[in-house]
C-alpha cells in the first residue's frame, strides 16, 4: 500500500517526472529552460496539490481548471497542463478503487459539458501552445477559453466528447479516448525497472519518445522536427547517442517534447499507486 | 501576497532547499548519496505536508511529530526533521500574522508540556543523528523517544524548556531559544539576493556554512571537521575554492551540513512569506 493519498502521488509524480534526468529537450534536473526553470514547476505541483484534494467530490472538470489555477501561481507559465490533464481522471479512478484502463475510461465516459466548459475556463489561466484547429472546429478553439462555453451548451458536448475531437493531433487526448493504453505501459515499464525512480523516469521518458513523434513537438516546432525527434530518441536507445549531449542540444534548440513528459507523469501516478516505491 | 498557503509555503521551502545547488555535503539538484537521493526529498516535503495543513488548530507539537511520520514515508531515512523542527514554529507565527522574530519567539514561549512529549515521540519515526547528551540528561536522551514522556512530565519540561538545554550544541535548538536570528538574516539575503531562487539558495548556504561550525557535522564527523568545512565555504566565498569540486568532496567524504541545510530550508519559508516569487 502506497502511504500517500491518491492525490499525494499526482502531486508526488510531478514532482518525480521534472526530477527525472536525462530528459531531452525538457527541464529535469540537471536542466532550465532561461524562462522555464526546476523551481516553477516546483511551484506549479505545490500551487495544484489543494484542487487535487478536492477529488471526487468536486467535478472534474471544476478540479483541473483549479489545479491548472494554482499550478500557474509561478512565474514560469505553462509548467504541468497536459500532465494535470492526464492525470486527473486517472485520479479519480483510483479514488473509485479502479486506477485500470477499464476504471480510467469509466471516467472519461462520466465526463459532462461542465467538465467541458471548465475545460476551457482552464486556458484563461495559463497560456499552453495549440494548433490552430479545423475551420469546422473554430468556435471551439481552446484559446476562447471561457468564451466558448455558449458554444459548448448549444451542441452539448461532454469533455469526453472535446477529447474525441482532437485525439487525432493531440497525444493527451489521445490517451483520454484510448483507455491511456501508453501511459499504463509506461507504468509497468516503470514498475519493472531497477534502480533510482529519477533513472527509471529517464529511461522511460526515452522509450516512449521513441515509440512516436511528441504532438507538442509538432505544434511548437514541425512534424518534421518531431519525426527527427523520435529518431533521436531510437538513436540514444540503441547506444548511438549520448542522452545528455542530446538533451543540451535540444534545450538549445528550444526542441520540448513536452507530451511525453506529461505521459511519463501520468505514468508515475499510476506506478506509485500500483507500488513503486520512493 | 503570496498565492499560497503558510502550509504549502512550508512545503514549498523545503522543495527548494533540496533543489539548490550547489550546496557543498547535501544532497542538491545535483548530487546524491547513494541510499540518500533527491527523490527521497521530494517524498518528504510530499508526506509532511498533511500535517502542516493542520496547524494553527493542532498543537504544534503534534504537528511537528506527524509531519516527521509523513516524511519518514520514504526510503531514504531522515530527509527534513531539522528543517521542519525550524519551520514549524515559523508557520504557527505566520498563521498568527506575525511571521519576525518577536512573532516565532511568542510562539516557542507557548508550547507546553505536551509538545515536548510530541517532539520526543517523533523520534520513533526516524533515525536521526544526535549527539550523547550530558550525563545529567541521560534520562531526556531524545532517542529515547516516546519512552521519555514520564520524566518530561515530572520535570514539567515545555518544548522551549526542551530546545534551551540543547541550544549549546545543536544549531536548531539555538534558533528556537534565540528568536531565530540565523532564519530572519538569511531571509533577508534571499530576498535582497539575483536570480533564479535556485542560485540564491545556493549563495545563502554558503554565507551561512562560512559563519560558524555546523552542529550535524560535529555530531556525525567531528567539531575539527565542521571546523574545517567552515573554512572551506570561506575560501568558497573568498574565489579561492570551486563550490562544485567541494561538493562532490564532501559528498566523497560523508560530510553532511545538515543544520545548515535546515536554516536555509526555514529562511525559504521566511522568504516566500515575506514576498520572494517563484
Redesign the interface.
Given at each position: 500500500m502506497t502511504?500517500?493519498?491518491p492525490a499525494?502521488n499526482v502531486?508526488?509524480a510531478l514532482?518525480?517526472e521534472v526530477?527525472g534526468t536525462p530528459k531531452p529537450g525538457n527541464v529535469d534536473?540537471?536542466r532550465?529552460y532561461p524562462d522555464l526553470?526546476?523551481?516553477?514547476f516546483?511551484?506549479g505541483a505545490?500551487?495544484a496539490?489543494?484542487a487535487l484534494r478536492r477529488a471526487p467530490g468536486a467535478p472534474l472538470g471544476e478540479v483541473f481548471e483549479d489545479a491548472v489555477a494554482?499550478m500557474s501561481?509561478?512565474?514560469g507559465g505553462n509548467t504541468q497542463f497536459g500532465a494535470l490533464l492526464l492525470s486527473v481522471p486517472l485520479l479519480y479512478a483510483a479514488l473509485a478503487g479502479d486506477c485500470s484502463p477499464e476504471g480510467a475510461s469509466a471516467v472519461v465516459e462520466s465526463t459532462t459539458v461542465d467538465d467541458a466548459v471548465s475545460f476551457y475556463r482552464a486556458f484563461d489561466h495559463v497560456d499552453v501552445a495549440v494548433r490552430d484547429p479545423p475551420e469546422s472546429m473554430d468556435a471551439l478553439d481552446v484559446r476562447r477559453g471561457s468564451d466558448a462555453e455558449p458554444e459548448l451548451r448549444a451542441r452539448e458536448l461532454t469533455l469526453e466528447d472535446v477529447m474525441a475531437r482532437s485525439a487525432d493531433r493531440d497525444g493527451i487526448a489521445a490517451e483520454w479516448v484510448g483507455g491511456f493504453e501508453r501511459t499504463f505501459r509506461t507504468a509497468e515499464w516503470l514498475l519493472e525497472g531497477e534502480g533510482?525512480?529519477?533513472e527509471r523516469t529517464s529511461r522511460v521518458f526515452l522509450r516512449l519518445l521513441a515509440e512516436e513523434p511528441d504532438t507538442f513537438v509538432v505544434t511548437r516546432n514541425s512534424r518534421e522536427v518531431a519525426v527527427e525527434v523520435q529518431k533521436r530518441a531510437q538513436d540514444v536507445l540503441a547506444g548511438e547517442e549520448d542522452p545528455d549531449e542530446l538533451a543540451e542540444e535540444f534545450v538549445e534548440r528550444d526542441v520540448n517534447p513536452g507530451t511525453t513528459a506529461d505521459i511519463t507523469a501520468g505514468a508515475l501516478f499510476v506506478a506509485l499507486e500500483g507500488g513503486l516505491?520512493?
Open positions: 502511504p500517500r493519498t499525494q502531486e508526488l514532482l518525480l526530477a534536473r540537471a532550465d526553470r526546476f523551481e516553477h516546483l511551484a505545490v500551487g496539490a489543494p494554482g501561481e509561478q512565474e533510482p525512480v529519477g516505491t520512493v
